[in-house]
């Protein structure tokens, strides 16, 4: 049983460049979801798919951002025209959807750590 | 007010000692609970959920929540140095009503020394 994966693990990139950051979820996991977390906080939800369908979106995610999910398997997040302030580790969960219990239950990936210069 | 509490830390225990780790959350509609164990420098683990008000244990951990008092801990027993760590309490509204963010708090460091 493998787990979530992200790539890249890290990425160096120069303000204004535009990054892509890839998440395979847990196979038969169904929802997928985005945070992003900086030093000293927790993880804030960026966004969140049910299979393909992008659900919720939160006012942290920018028109710099964008998500996708097209089959529903694995998800990309883009960043546009990055900015300093988006230095943090991006971090992709997956879940099952099923009973109550269990299927709440959100397991993360390594997570991808963006430097802007 | 912060949806979810957590006091910072460090939190510094002897090896052997039973650690405590407190969250407090403030949106009384919150329906599911977690801890979760981040290591410096990697991604979150999850250790622990709990749905229902009492105590569930786990191995070395127990979590208990009591959502009158809107609250929830972590007890770990005998710590060990390798339960050092930083600990994030992390709430979910009502999952069955789409809410399926998390809210996680800042986390509290334990430093569990020999």
């Known amino acids: 049983d493998t787990g979530v994966s992200q790539n890249p693990r890290h990425k160096i990139t120069k303000r204004g460049q535009n990054v892509t950051f890839r998440c395979d979820p847990i196979s038969e996991h169904n929802r997928l979801y985005w945070y992003r977390q900086t030093l000293g906080q927790g993880p804030e939800f960026l966004t969140y798919f049910q299979n393909e369908a992008q659900l919720e979106k939160s006012r942290l995610l920018s028109d710099r951002f964008s998500a996708e999910r097209p089959k529903g398997s694995f998800s990309t997040l883009e960043i546009q025209r990055t900015e300093q302030g988006d230095s943090a580790m991006y971090l992709c969960?997956?879940?099952?959807?099923?009973?109550?219990?269990?299927?709440?239950?959100?397991?993360f990936g390594p997570g991808t750590r963006l430097t802007v210069t | 007010q912060k949806e979810v509490e957590q006091n910072s830390g460090p939190l510094s225990v002897p090896e052997g000692a039973i650690a405590s780790l407190n969250c407090t959350y403030s949106?009384?509609?919150?329906?599911?609970f977690f801890w979760y164990r981040q290591y410096s420098g990697k991604s979150p683990e999850l250790i622990m959920s709990i749905y229902s008000n009492g105590d569930k244990e786990d191995g070395r951990f127990t979590a208990q929540l009591n959502k009158a008092s809107q609250y929830v801990s972590l007890l770990i027993r005998d710590s060990q140095p390798s339960d050092s760590a930083t600990y994030l309490c992390a709430v979910n509204l009502d999952p069955r009503g789409g809410y399926n963010k998390l809210i996680f708090g800042a986390g509290t460091r334990l430093a569990v020394h020999p």
């Open positions: 969960a997956s879940s099952s959807q099923g009973a109550a219990g269990s299927s709440y239950e959100q397991y």
């Open positions: 949106d009384r509609g919150s329906q599911s």
